[in-house]
């Protein structure tokens, strides 16, 4: 018999789970409150059309599985090396010898690569889920109201902490240790730039200071460089402290505060900051006391939950935490993912 499954939550732990529940027989449906499945893993436009992947800058793959993986996604142009030039301090700048890798022709391709042919609800935001005997109930409402609730035998949480910790609250005991996890937030700065030293290098690095990241999204492969007009499009990510203390500051001061940090890398000037926009990633950082199975169960009643902070904050550990929870429902374990293709 088939096995419901829904998974709440469509980044790239909540997707990785729901295709692995679906290639295995599960019936499975994905709610996620945002625009557009993804999660930190995408980007957007400013009003000028300029693309930024203002959340996940780029990523590695240090395990067996997810190497297998990039190879089959680069042959298949979801995804490409990225070779910036990084500065870290004043030192000089660098090429990674790690592969770096990026979505093509933005970081929302994985994730939508990931989503295709699952039944993924865009815009819904869910209210509650209840254990109503042997099944689960899960309420959401699609921005009209409440919807028919969706029924499951299996249910996912692939949301940040604190919301996991909310939505279990009444269910699960895994509500508490859920709460305990300290996620710390991340201001995100979209910024155009005219100057012939903004595209001097690639990227910045700090390890102090209000900017932790900064990187030139014209470097990156598949996205276009300097417009006619010569402005080159800049993400920066400030720092955790910074973020942290500026957690409720207006948009636009926290914009202008980082734009005019970012324009005093440059050596060769002037720079003119034609643009800019902010964006607060509440959720950003912060990872769970060690977890080895790469997620948390209540097998009791047929509940996983998963996402990057279980694992470290990066899109490795949303991924492979995403396939242990699927493996952990399906009782087959966690290793016998390794190696297994969650491609359609």
Same mark, same amino acid.
């Given at each position: 018999?088939?096995?419901?499954?829904?998974?709440?939550?469509?980044?790239?732990?909540?997707?990785?789970?729901?295709?692995?529940?679906?290639?295995?027989?599960?019936?499975?449906? %994905?709610?996620?409150?945002?625009?557009?499945?993804?999660?930190?893993?995408?980007?957007?436009?400013?009003?000028?059309?300029?693309?930024?992947?203002?959340?996940? !800058?780029?990523?590695?793959?240090?395990?067996?599985?997810?190497?297998?993986?990039?190879?089959?996604?680069?042959?298949?142009?979801?995804?490409?090396?990225?070779?910036?030039? %990084? !500065? &870290?301090?004043?030192?000089?700048?660098?090429?990674?010898?790690?592969?770096?890798?990026?979505?093509?022709?933005?970081?929302?391709?994985?994730?939508?690569?990931?989503?295709?042919?699952?039944?993924?609800?865009?815009?819904?935001?869910?209210?509650?889920?209840?254990?109503?005997?042997?099944?689960?109930?899960?309420? /959401?409402?699609?921005?009209?109201?409440?919807?028919?609730?969706?029924?499951?035998?299996?249910?996912?949480?692939?949301?940040?902490?604190?919301?996991?910790?909310?939505?279990?609250?009444?269910?699960?005991?895994?509500?508490?240790?859920?709460?305990?996890?300290?996620?710390?937030?991340?201001?995100?700065?979209?910024?155009?730039? &005219?100057?012939?030293?903004?595209?001097?290098?690639?990227? /910045?690095?700090?390890?102090?200071?209000?900017?932790?990241?900064?990187?030139?999204?014209?470097?990156?492969?598949?996205?276009?460089?300097?417009?006619?007009?010569?402005?080159?499009?800049?993400?920066?990510?400030?720092?955790?402290?910074?973020?942290?203390?500026?957690?409720?500051?207006?948009?636009?001061?926290?914009?202008? #505060?980082?734009? #005019?940090?970012?324009?005093?890398? /440059?050596?060769?000037?002037?720079?003119? %900051?034609?643009?800019?926009?902010?964006?607060?990633?509440?959720?950003?950082?912060? !990872?769970?006391?060690?977890?080895?199975?790469?997620?948390?169960?209540?097998?009791?009643?047929?509940?996983?939950?998963?996402?990057?902070?279980?694992?470290? #904050?990066?899109?490795?550990?949303?991924?492979?935490?995403?396939?242990? #929870?699927?493996?952990?429902?399906?009782?087959?374990?966690?290793?016998?993912? !390794?190696?297994?293709?969650?491609?359609?």
């Amino acid at each position: 018999m088939t096995r419901a499954a829904v998974v709440i939550g469509a980044g790239l732990a909540g997707l990785a789970c729901a295709r692995a529940l679906a290639e295995h027989g599960c019936a499975v449906t %994905v709610i996620d409150k945002g625009r557009r499945p993804g999660g930190r893993a995408c980007s957007r436009r400013d009003p000028s059309g300029r693309g930024f992947d203002h959340g996940a !800058q780029y990523f590695t793959a240090r395990g067996p599985w997810l190497r297998e993986q990039v190879a089959t996604w680069a042959r298949a142009d979801v995804i490409a090396r990225w070779s910036p030039r %990084v !500065q &870290r301090g004043t030192a000089p700048a660098v090429v990674p010898t790690e592969p770096w890798w990026v979505g093509t022709p933005d970081m929302g391709a994985l994730a939508r690569h990931l989503a295709g042919g699952l039944d993924v609800r865009s815009g819904r935001t869910v209210t509650a889920v209840a254990r109503v005997g042997r099944s689960w109930l899960v309420r /959401f409402d699609d921005g009209d109201g409440p919807a028919p609730p969706v029924p499951a035998d299996l249910l996912v949480v692939a949301v940040p902490a604190a919301q996991c910790a909310t939505l279990l609250a009444p269910v699960s005991t895994l509500a508490a240790a859920a709460a305990a996890v300290v996620q710390t937030p991340c201001w995100a700065v979209m910024l155009g730039l &005219r100057g012939d030293g903004a595209g001097d290098v690639d990227a /910045f690095e700090a390890r102090d200071g209000s900017i932790a990241w900064a990187a030139r999204e014209g470097s990156k492969p598949g996205r276009p460089g300097p417009d006619q007009e010569g402005v080159q499009s800049w993400t920066v990510h400030a720092s955790t402290a910074w973020s942290t203390a500026h957690l409720e500051a207006p948009a636009d001061r926290v914009r202008d #505060a980082l734009a #005019a940090e970012l324009v005093t890398h /440059f050596p060769r000037g002037p720079i003119t %900051v034609v643009h800019a926009q902010a964006h607060r990633w509440r959720y950003a950082r912060g !990872q769970a006391p060690a977890v080895t199975t790469g997620a948390w169960f209540d097998r009791a009643i047929d509940l996983a939950v998963c996402g990057d902070w279980l694992v470290g #904050a990066r899109v490795e550990g949303a991924l492979t935490s995403g396939l242990a #929870a699927a493996a952990g429902l399906l009782d087959r374990g966690a290793a016998s993912t !390794q190696g297994r293709s969650i491609e359609p």
